[in-house]
């Protein structure tokens, strides 16, 4: 398993952008497809992005695509969500994760998680 911690999180008006990092820890960060899933108040993880190990691929949910763009950096072992134009509903409690499974928008596919940071947008 790898060691997750999100950062850069915070409040922002409607238009406004974040942008969220996670920093891994292990040699092995390089081989895992890592994702950014998001949680408002309720039971349900939506999925919102994820890359592959090289970083050649990305996939996103529907309602961030266009706005939101997922990238990594294996050299620092860290991935980055940079959001833009957000909108009131992109408020959550936002995850990341890592996993094995190439493609997956599956949360139960992710092992390791870490702790999540808060996104807010007011109108």
């Known amino acids: 398993q790898v060691r997750l911690v999100e950062s850069g999180g915070g409040l922002v008006q409607a238009g406004g952008s974040l942008r969220l990092s996670c920093a891994a820890s292990?040699?092995?960060?390089?081989?895992?497809?890592m994702g950014w899933f998001r949680q408002a108040p309720g039971p349900e993880r939506e999925f919102v992005a994820l890359?592959?190990?090289?970083?050649?691929?990305?996939y996103y949910a529907d309602s961030v695509k266009g706005r939101f763009t997922i990238s990594r950096d294996n050299e620092k072992n860290t991935v980055t969500l940079q959001m833009n134009s957000l909108k009131p509903e992109d408020t959550a409690l936002y995850y990341c994760?890592?996993?094995?499974?190439?493609?997956?928008?599956?949360?139960?596919?992710?092992?390791?998680w870490g702790q999540g940071t808060q996104v807010t947008v007011s109108s």
């Open positions: 890359i592959n190990w090289s970083g050649g691929r990305t």
């Open positions: 292990g040699r092995t960060f390089s081989m895992y497809t």
């Open positions: 994760a890592a996993g094995q499974i190439m493609a997956s928008r599956n949360p139960a596919d992710f092992g390791s």
